[in-house]
C-alpha cells in the first residue's frame, strides 16, 4: 500500500489523501490526521473537565482553554500514535487494517518517527505549561499512562480500559486547569510576592466522576473498535476485549455505556448542575444505548461507523455539562 493511497480506517474523502501533497502524506498518516476522531475522543473529556468546573461557578467554558485543549489534543495524540506505531510496527505488519501505515510499510523509519515524536512532544510542553500548576503535574504524570499503552495488548485482555484511563485523563486536567491559576500567572504573583496566595487548582469528587464516566465509555468504544480486527488479531496473537468478550460484547457494551451513564450523572450532581444538565444527558444516554442494541461482532465495517459516532456522544455531554452552567 503506497502513501496515495486512504488507510482502511480513513474515510476514502479524508483531507490527507484528496489534498495534502504527497510527501507530506506519510507523516500527517503518521499522527492519524487522516482519521481525526480519535483527536476528538482525546480532546472532548479535557473540554468537559473544563466545561464541569465552569458549570460548577455559574459559568460557561473559558473558550482559550478550549482552545488550547483542542491544540494539546492533536499534538500529543499525533505523537502518541506515532509511539504506538513504534513499538507496535512488527505487530501492525500481520493486520491487514494496520499494514498499510507509515512504519509497518517502510515509508518512514524509526529514527524519523522518534524525531517526530519528540517534536509533537516539545511544542504540547509549550501549550501545557499555559494551564494551572496541578493541570501541569497531571500533564507530566499522563506520560506514564502513554508510555505504557502500546505494551497493554500483549500482557491483558483489556488494553481498552488502559486506554480509557489515558484518554480521559484530561477530564482531570480540564478541571484542574478550570479551577487554578495559570502558570504564566503564577510566576507573575511570585515576582509580586503573592505566590503563597496562587490558586494551583483542585480536584473534586465531581471531576473524579467524570473521569471514572470517560473510562467506560472509552472501554465501550474501543470495544466496538476493536472487533474490525478479531480476526487479524487471533492470528497475530494480539489481546483485546473483543476477543475476550466473544458473542458477549454487545451485552458488555451496554454494560460498560450503563456504567458511563449513572457515572456521568453522580459527576453532575456532586457538581450540582441540576435539571438542564440532567435533560442533556438523558440525549447521550439514548446515543449510547442506539450504539450498544446495533453492535454486531461479525459487522466491521458497522463497528467502525458506531466507532466514529462516539465524537457526538462525546459532544452531547459536554453541551450537557456547559448546559449546567444555567441550573
Given amino acids: ?21 504527497a510527501p507530506l502524506r506519510p507523516w ?26 465552569a ?32 513499538v507496535d510496527r512488527d505487530l501492525d505488519a500481520k ?33 501545557l505549561v499555559c494551564l494551572s500548576p496541578l493541570a501541569i503535574a497531571l500533564g507530566v504524570g499522563s506520560l506514564a499512562l502513554v508510555a505504557i499503552y502500546p505494551f497493554m495488548k500483549r500482557i491483558t485482555w483489556w488494553p481498552q480500559a488502559w486506554l480509557g484511563l ?17 502558570a504564566l500567572a503564577a510566576a507573575w504573583q511570585y515576582q509580586t510576592q503573592d505566590f503563597f496566595y496562587l490558586d494551583t487548582g483542585r480536584l473534586t469528587y465531581a471531576a473524579g466522576f467524570l473521569y471514572l464516566s470517560g473510562i467506560f465509555w472509552t472501554l465501550g468504544y474501543d470495544t466496538i473498535y476493536a472487533i474490525q480486527d478479531l480476526e487479524d488479531d487471533a492470528l ?54 442506539l450504539q450498544a442494541r446495533r453492535v454486531k461482532t461479525t459487522d466491521p465495517a458497522l463497528a467502525l461507523r458506531l466507532f466514529r459516532s462516539n465524537t457526538w456522544a462525546g459532544a452531547i455531554l459536554f453541551l450537557a455539562l456547559a448546559l449546567g452552567a444555567f441550573r
Avoid at 56 to 85: I, K, S, W
Avoid at 166 to 182: R, V
Wanted: net charge positive; proline share 5%; glycine share 12%.
Fill in 28 to 53: 500527517l498518516k503518521l499522527g492519524r490526521f487522516d482519521r481525526p476522531t480519535g483527536i476528538w475522543l482525546l480532546m472532548l473529556p479535557g473540554w468537559q473537565g473544563v466545561a464541569l468546573a
Fill in 236 to 289: 497475530a496473537g494480539v489481546k483485546s476485549s473483543a476477543r475476550r468478550l466473544g458473542d458477549k460484547a454487545q451485552r458488555a457494551v451496554a454494560g460498560f455505556y450503563l456504567v458511563t451513564v449513572a457515572a456521568a450523572f453522580v459527576a453532575g450532581a456532586a457538581g450540582g448542575l441540576g435539571l438542564p444538565y440532567d435533560l442533556a444527558l438523558f440525549a447521550f444516554a439514548i446515543h449510547l444505548g
Fill in 166 to 182: 489515558t484518554f480521559n485523563w484530561g477530564a482531570l486536567m480540564g478541571y484542574a486547569a478550570a479551577t487554578g491559576t495559570s
Fill in 95 to 127: 493486520v491487514a487494517r494496520t499494514a498499510g501505515r507509515p512504519i509497518a510499510s517502510g515509508q518512514i523509519g524509526v529514527k524519523a518517527a522518534w524525531g517526530y515524536v519528540i517534536g509533537c512532544s516539545l511544542v504540547s510542553l509549550l501549550i
Fill in 55 to 86: 458549570a460548577e461557578q455559574g459559568r460557561l467554558p473559558n473558550l482559550q482553554l478550549l482552545v488550547l485543549f483542542f491544540l494539546g489534543a492533536a499534538l500529543m495524540r499525533a505523537a502518541g500514535c506515532a509511539y504506538n506505531d513504534i
Fill in 1 to 21: 500500500m503506497t502513501s496515495a493511497a486512504p488507510l482502511p480506517d480513513a474515510a476514502p474523502t479524508n483531507w490527507v489523501d484528496r489534498h495534502a501533497p
